[in-house]
Structure formats: structure tokens, C-alpha cells
């Protein structure tokens, strides 16, 4: 991409917005969809030049920094030098096997993470063909016109051309701590310095206050920001604590193979074989059993399932949440949008002592008023409430190939809805009374205030939470006219209020005021009366709940709601048993010793800021919790920082929401998040399967060798045969395992103690039972070949074939550490066309002439299959039997098992 993705050099902040934007040939209404198209042709993405690409050969070359294979290459290149070219050419070309497959796997899971990079990119509100449109932000283009709303990352540099109480952070910029206000007036002098430039935002700062519009003039490396630093959406992929703790193992175990492959080739040397073939074998038995992939295998194994959760909706960003996603004991969801399928609509309006109630669902603008139960027109008391709620809203509603859309907050779009239901369109309203000034809703304010001008003069309309409302009013429009809001009258306001909340509705209170002006537009207004509305819970969310608590794990309700409503919606999912509701006010009258005394009964926590989140997280915490949280605005950011997962809204979130999230809910759907926790338990569990797989495998093979060196007895296997093995246990078996289908009662487990080691004293068990049987077996076939006066190349021909075979049986068995193989015994089909493949190549190993000498095999006789199969599948009743202690001890309660 060009580094200078933009028109050229200008001193944007002199010009006027006309100006601007005749130089970049736009308007008001942005650019059409045609010339944006021809514009990022021309000038390329709106990104930084060092973005991640993933190029093949680093990570082919890569898989040569194992110091073993390079060793073992130059001892057989020196091997066939010395006339043993048949064997050096066998094991070149099952160590470049070796090497593809890792290639191959790594590969793709660079692939895969550069794919999460891009999803996790951010995303601008623009408009296009005059339309406002969400698209990725390296779509840009100049000339694009962007909307800024509070909470959003600036996606480019822009010349802003309107700024209403918009305020940005340039910490990241210019380093400075507090939000700048920001004006679309020109400036006079050239040279201002960055921070000074108040009618610029800048790529890679965060809008904190209010809401604005502004025209492209540079994106990617032509930005302020793209010159001085990289753009923060970024996936991290650092490695995770089960990396760090598998190195550690691995290295444990690489430390032990070398022991006994150093005992194994002395013993050897010692017997008269050949240095060179000893040298070879050992270096070959080594590369074969010190587990080198352990770790990347692990990061294979969580890219590919951080994949699978987009299937599923849930994008992880960071790839150690995956691990922690599997010890989550306790999920604290927000109510609306997440729980609740989030399409608003209003139920019941109370106006002028009048109740009438609204038919229609969703955000289609159809649907009859009833009074008394009968259709009626909308009365002016009722309309002149409409007016007010929809002038005091930023919500847009728009109708996309005949589905209806939102643009902004879904409470404010079914008032939008609500008013067009009445004959009120929000655009010619906004054309009658054009907006002035405003006072944003906040979690804190709890209310939102727009000021209008009318032909009656300046006029001010105001919607919020009803005792909040109710506090700043004098007076309430009622059957007789305006009156003076008295305490019965109140007290009667708020009845409603409360009644309303009872039936699961969520209420807003509505007020006005003539004649005001910006120092006082929120005092002593009239209040117009108070809006029931519905968000009903997601059918799904009912499900996923019981899915949690059958998991053990606990699912919590935050939201700023109304407390009746959030009981009523908290009893119906399920959330709400023997547990209790706390507010917010409740809530910053208690300490936090004593909250986290009391966290554990409490089940939800309605009228909260998002400050109260993050006491909760701590709170939960000191408990041992491992604590996954949602949210989705800037003041969510702690939180979810603090929290051991944190979840962004993918729709309704922020940018900063997301950037400081670990997993983004690309549907903000409850039961992604369920989803999301099964996954990881899921990828956990498979992890542990393969690594219970191949470790006994290695433990086998290393105790076969030492073994039948210290009894005495030839090497049971050549150097091309233990390779083989060690390709055919870590090829596709060992694959097939890592996309094993879950356990039945995967979701019926407690939560797994994230403190605790993958190597569990049941699993430790498994690995040694599995790995001392196999060498035991497979010894006592060898030694019972040689004794019954089968040659050696017969009788390690056996051994070979049975040591392949036990690997499979033993595949089959550590598809669980706790249940027995004979209940699903084929459910993993990848599993079953991966065994069935590798018994094809060794039948051809074995009986083709070919194969024969390079793999030093002899065609075995009917008698020795059966007695090989006989002897491998004795493996299957002895971890059976294993396992069936191990149940036995954990239905005993014995501590970590």
C-alpha cells in the first residue's frame, strides 16, 4: 500500500468544512458506494504497512530449528556415503514427512490467527449513497463521511464538520490526559500543534463524550497516528500457561530420553554393533521421543478451536482465554441484548391520567393504539409525548430490503417506532424542531436532554429513568392541563412506574419544557407522563442457563434496569432461585469486605453503573471465582479488563469495549457465551487427550528400548522404524484426536481449577499404565519370537507391527480419561479413517517388496496377526481397568483426583 493514502499534504484545520470538502469532491451525504469502491482502489486500505502477513517459507525453515533432525540428516547423508543408502533414504524421507506435517499444521494456524486479525479489526459508521452504514474501518476512504458516537475509536483522520459536546481522548497521540473538546469552526494558524487542532480527530483516538460527524482526509500510513505507531485491534497470541507448563514436561522429558537413549546406544556399543548404526539410531530413537511440538501443538490445537467458536459466535481475541474459558465458575451477563433478544417495543403509554397501550412487534413502524381495550387515535396529550420521546432520541430506524433496522440504542428506537406508529416521522420531526444542544445520556445521569428550537421559541425534551425524572419536574400534564406535581400526584406517577416494571416492562419517564434555555433546560420541566416497553428473553437464554447450572457454573444478572424488571425477567430464565436482588444504591452503602462476604447470594444486580461491575469482578474474585463479564460501553472497560474474561457485544459494543475485551459476541447473544464455555472445555479436553496419547506413546517406546538392552536382547527396531512409528503416533491418530467430539457430560463437570496442572494424578496414571503395558507387551512379544526360532527380521517385524497397533488400541482409549471406550467406541469418524489409513501403509510396509528392505520388514504369516492383534488389544482391558479405579476414587472423594 502506498504511504500516502490520501490526497496529499493539507492544512485540513484552516479550511472551512465547505472547503474540505469541495477539495475532497464529497458532501454531506458522503460519497456512493461506486466511488468509495474506486477511491480504495486508488489509495489502497485503511490500514499500516506492518500489518501481520503470514509468508510460508519462515514457517517452513522454521521447522528445521529442531538441532535432532538436522543431526540425524548429517549422520544419514554420512550413513549412505558409507554404503547404506536404501535406510538413509527411508528415514530422510520419513523425517521430511515429519517436517510437511508441521508445516502444514503450522501453517494453518497462522492462517487461521491472521483470519481472527481481521475479524477483530474495527468497524466505522459511514455514510454512504446518503445512508449510514457500519464497514470495516479499513474500507475507508477520503472523502468518506464518518459518524462519531461515544465510545467509538476514530477510524482515520478527520476534518470534523459537526461536534455536538464531542469530546476525544489523544492520549495515545499526544499524550494528553484529558478529553479535548472538540469544534468544527476553521482555525487561523497553520502551524497548531496536534493537540491544539480542535477541529481534527485522529485515527487511533477514542471519542468519551458526546457525538459528531466528520469528512476523511488521510487514512492508513498518511494518518498522525499510522506515523508514530501500529493500530491497537490487534489478536494477541502469546503463549498461554499450558505452553509454559508443557515446556517445562517437555523438557523434563526430553532430559530422561537422552538417559536412555545414551544407555540404549552404549549398551549397543558394548554388544559390538557399529558406532555409525548406533549413532543413528539413538539420534533416530530421540527425534522419536522427545516431545518437541508439545507446545505448538498446543497453539494448533486453540487456533483451530478459536475458529470453531466463530462458528459459533464467539470471536476470542486473546488465545490463553481459550484455556480459561473451560474454569469459568461464574458469568456476569447484562440483561438487555444479551439475555433479551434487544428489539424493543413499546407496550403501554400513560399520559394525561389516560393508560393506552401499542400493538405491533419489533421495529416495524405498524401497529393500532387501544384505550379501554378499543382502537382509538392517538389524543394530542398522547402525541405531544411521542413528539418529546422521539426529538430526545438518536436512534434511526430504517427499512433494508424490507427488513427494519436500527441505528443506535434499541429503548430509543421503539420510541422512534412508537412515534411513526402515531403519524410521526422522526425526520420531518427533526426538520420542524431542529436540535440546538443536548445533554447526553450517561449510566450515571440516567437521563438524556436535547434542546429544540420551535416556532414558539427554544423548547427542551427529556427522557430517563422515572424516579430520576420525576425529581426535576414541577409540574405534570394531566386531563385538566398542567398542574403542579404534588406529592400524592408523584407518589401516583411512580405507582405506575412500578406497575409497569411488574409486568416485565421497562419504563421511561417523558418530560418537556417551553421557553428554556441551555443553563436550565433540566429544571423545573413538566412532566408528560411515563412509556412501558418490552424486551422479551431470548428463547435460547432459558436453555443456556440450565446448560450453566448443571455446569456448576453461576450465572449473574447486571443490569441498569428497573429492579422489578429485572426480577421478573431473572425469575423467568431461571437466574433468580434462592438467591437475592441488590441495587445499586444498596449497593454503595455496603463495603467491600462485606460484599465479598455476601457476592455469593447474590444473583442479580439492577440500577448498577458500570463502576459497580468492576467491585463485583474483585468481589467474586477474592472468592476463588474465575469470573467472565460482560459489557459494552467505554465505562465497561475496567471491568472487563479485570474480569478473567472479558466479553464485548460485537454489535451494540464499543471499540473500546472490544479492544479491551477477551472475546467479542459477535451476535450479543447470552448463549454464545455458554457456547464459548463449552468450546473451551471442549479444546481443553482434547488437548489433554492428545497429550495422554502421545506421552504414553513416547513412555513405550523409550521403556521398549531401555528394556531390551538392559535384558540383553537385540534392538527390537531399526532407526527407520522407530521413526515410522513416531510418524504414524504424532501424524493423523494424534490429529483426529484433537478434533475428538465432546463428552456426553462435558457440561454436567464441575468448572476445572485453573490452578491446577493438565497433569492430574489420573492422567499421570493413564500415560504410565498405558506406556509400561505397551513396553511390556511388545517386549514379551519380541523375546517370545526370538525363542520359538523366528528369525530377527521376523520377530522385530512383529514387534513393529505390534507396537503401530497398541498405539491405535491406545488412541481409541484415551478418548476419555474417565469413561469407558466400549460405550462410544467409533464416534470420532476422523479418528476412525485416520487408523484405517495408517493399517493400509503398514499392511504395505509389511508386503510390499518395495517397502521391505528400506523398513527391514518380513511378510508375517496368519498366526503372527493373530498373535500381535491378541497381543496389542490387551492394552484396551488394562486401561479399562485403570480407569475403572480411577472412577472408583473419584466417586470416594479422594483430594485432586
Not at 114 to 134: I, S, T
Not at 243 to 272: K, S
Not at 568 to 576: A, F, K, P
Not at 818 to 839: G, I, K, T, Y
Amino acid at each position: 500500500m502506498s504511504s500516502t493514502t490520501g490526497p496529499g499534504h493539507r492544512a485540513w484545520h484552516t479550511m472551512t468544512a465547505e472547503a474540505v470538502l469541495t477539495e475532497l469532491r464529497s458532501t454531506l451525504r458522503g460519497l456512493s458506494s461506486h466511488e468509495a469502491a474506486r477511491r480504495l482502489h486508488e489509495y489502497g486500505p485503511n490500514e499500516l504497512q506492518s500489518a501481520h502477513r503470514v509468508s510460508p517459507w519462515p514457517v517452513l525453515l522454521g521447522q528445521f530449528k529442531n538441532v535432532l533432525i538436522l543431526i540425524l540428516l548429517a549422520a544419514t547423508a554420512l550413513s549412505a556415503a558409507l554404503g547404506h543408502v536404501v535406510e538413509s533414504v527411508a528415514i530422510t524421507i520419513i523425517v521430511l514427512f515429519a517436517v510437511l506435517l508441521g508445516f502444514v499444521q503450522e501453517y494453518r494456524a497462522e492462517k487461521a490467527l491472521e483470519a481472527l486479525r481481521r475479524m477483530a479489526a474495527p468497524v466505522a459508521h459511514v455514510l454512504r449513497d446518503g445512508r449510514e452504514v457500519r464497514v470495516p474501518a479499513r474500507d475507508l476512504v477520503p472523502g468518506d463521511v464518518v459518524v462519531l458516537r461515544i465510545g467509538d475509536r476514530v477510524p482515520a483522520d478527520l476534518r470534523l464538520l459537526e461536534a455536538a459536546n464531542l469530546q476525544v481522548d489523544e492520549a495515545p497521540l499526544t499524550g494528553e490526559s484529558v478529553p479535548v473538546a472538540k469544534s468544527p469552526a476553521p482555525l487561523a494558524d497553520a502551524d497548531v500543534p496536534l493537540g491544539d487542532r480542535a477541529n481534527m480527530a485522529y485515527a487511533g483516538t477514542t471519542v468519551t463524550f458526546g457525538r459528531g460527524r466528520g469528512v476523511v482526509v488521510a487514512t492508513g500510513m498518511a494518518t498522525e497516528f499510522g506515523k508514530i505507531a501500529r493500530m491497537l485491534e490487534t489478536v494477541q497470541a502469546g503463549r498461554t500457561p499450558l505452553q509454559e507448563n508443557l515446556d517445562r514436561v517437555g523438557h523434563t522429558l526430553a532430559r530422561a530420553a537422552f538417559v536412555v537413549v545414551a544407555l540404549v546406544v552404549a549398551l549397543g556399543l558394548l554388544r559390538g554393533q557399529p558406532l555409525l548404526q548406533m549413532f543413528v539410531f539413538g539420534i533416530a530413537l530421540a527425534v522419536a521421543v522427545v516431545p518437541e511440538a508439545l507446545p505448538a501443538v498446543v497453539t494448533i490445537s486453540l487456533a483451530i478451536g478459536v475458529q470453531r467458536m466463530v462458528r459459533r459466535n464467539a470471536l476470542v481475541r486473546r488465545l490463553p482465554a481459550v484455556e480459561t474459558l473451560g474454569s469459568v465458575s461464574v458469568i456476569c451477563s447484562d440483561k438487555t441484548g444479551t439475555l433479551t433478544k434487544n428489539e424493543m417495543t413499546v407496550r403501554k403509554v400513560y399520559v394525561a391520567d389516560e393508560l393506552w397501550e401499542v400493538s405491533g412487534e419489533g421495529y416495524e413502524p405498524s401497529g393500532q393504539f387501544f384505550l379501554d381495550g378499543r382502537p382509538a387515535q392517538p389524543s394530542e396529550a398522547l402525541r405531544l409525548l411521542l413528539r418529546a420521546a422521539s426529538l430526545a432520541s438518536d436512534a434511526e430506524v430504517t427499512a433494508t430490503d424490507g427488513r427494519w433496522t436500527v441505528q443506535g440504542d434499541p429503548t430509543e428506537a421503539a420510541l422512534v417506532v412508537a412515534a411513526a406508529k402515531a403519524g410521526l416521522d422522526k425526520r420531518e420531526l427533526e426538520a420542524s424542531f431542529p436540535r440546538v444542544h443536548e445533554v447526553p445520556f450517561t449510566s450515571e445521569r440516567k437521563r438524556m436532554t436535547t434542546l429544540h428550537r420551535s416556532p414558539e421559541g427554544l423548547v427542551a425534551y427529556s427522557k430517563g429513568a422515572p424516579e430520576v425524572l420525576v425529581d426535576s419536574c414541577r409540574a405534570v400534564l394531566t386531563a385538566q392541563g398542567v398542574v403542579p406535581l404534588d406529592p400524592q400526584r408523584r407518589h401516583h406517577i411512580l405507582q405506575v412506574a412500578r406497575s409497569f416494571a411488574e409486568d416485565a416492562l421497562r419504563v421511561l419517564a417523558v418530560a418537556w419544557k417551553p421557553g428554556a434555555d441551555v443553563q436550565t433546560l433540566e429544571s423545573d420541566m413538566v412532566l408528560l407522563g411515563v412509556v412501558g416497553m418490552m424486551d422479551a428473553p431470548r428463547p435460547e437464554a432459558k436453555a443456556a442457563v440450565r446448560v450453566c447450572q448443571e455446569a456448576g457454573v453461576k450465572v449473574v444478572m447486571i443490569t441498569g434496569d428497573h429492579p422489578l424488571t429485572a426480577q421478573v425477567i431473572g425469575r423467568e430464565l431461571g437466574i433468580l432461585k434462592g438467591g437475592r436482588l441488590i441495587t445499586g444504591t444498596e449497593l454503595d452503602r455496603v463495603s467491600d469486605d462485606q460484599l465479598a462476604h455476601q457476592v455469593e447470594d447474590l444473583d442479580i444486580y439492577a440500577r448498577v453503573s458500570p463502576a459497580h461491575k468492576l467491585r463485583v469482578v474483585t468481589a467474586l474474585q477474592q472468592r476463588g471465582h474465575v469470573v467472565a463479564m460482560t459489557g459494552d460501553g467505554v465505562n465497561d472497560a475496567p471491568a472487563l479488563k479485570k474480569a478473567d474474561i472479558g466479553v464485548a457485544m460485537g454489535i451494540t459494543g464499543t471499540e473500546v469495549s472490544k479492544e479491551a475485551a477477551d472475546m467479542v459476541l459477535l451476535d450479543d447473544n447470552f448463549a454464545s457465551i455458554v457456547a464459548a464455555v463449552e468450546e473451551g472445555r471442549g479444546i481443553f479436553s482434547n488437548i489433554k487427550k492428545y497429550l495422554m496419547y502421545l506421552l504414553s506413546s513416547n513412555v513405550g517406546e523409550i521403556l521398549l528400548m531401555a528394556a531390551a538392552g538392559l535384558w540383553g536382547l537385540p534392538l527390537p527396531l531399526t532407526a527407520v522404524q522407530i521413526l515410522y512409528v513416531n510418524l504414524a503416533t504424532d501424524g493423523l491418530p494424534a490429529l483426529a484426536l484433537s478434533v475428538d467430539p465432546p463428552e456426553p457430560d462435558l457440561m454436567r463437570r464441575p468448572p476445572r481449577n485453573p490452578r491446577a496442572s493438565i497433569f492430574t494424578p489420573p492422567v499421570v496414571a493413564l500415560i504410565l499404565v498405558g506406556g509400561v503395558w505397551s513396553a511390556l507387551v511388545n517386549l514379551t512379544v519380541f523375546s517370545w519370537a526370538l525363542s520359538s526360532g523366528r528369525s530377527l527380521s521376523e520377530a522385530m517385524t512383529m514387534t513393529f507391527v505390534s507396537l503401530v497397533l497398541i498405539q491405535f488400541f491406545k488412541a481409541y482409549n484415551f478418548r476419555s480419561d474417565r469413561h469407558s471406550v466400549l460405550q462410544r467406541p467409533f464416534a470420532n469418524r476422523w479418528l476412525n479413517l485416520a487408523v484405517l489409513w495408517e493399517v493400509a501403509l503398514l499392511a504395505a510396509i509389511v508386503y510390499v517388496p518395495v517397502f521391505q528392505k528400506p523398513f527391514g520388514t518380513f511378510p508375517l504369516t496368519t498366526e503372527d496377526w493373530q498373535i500381535v492383534l491378541l497381543a496389542a488389544f490387551t492394552v484396551v482391558p488394562v486401561l479399562e481397568a485403570a480407569k475403572w479405579v480411577l472412577r472408583r476414587t473419584r466417586l470416594a472423594g479422594t483430594p485432586s483426583w
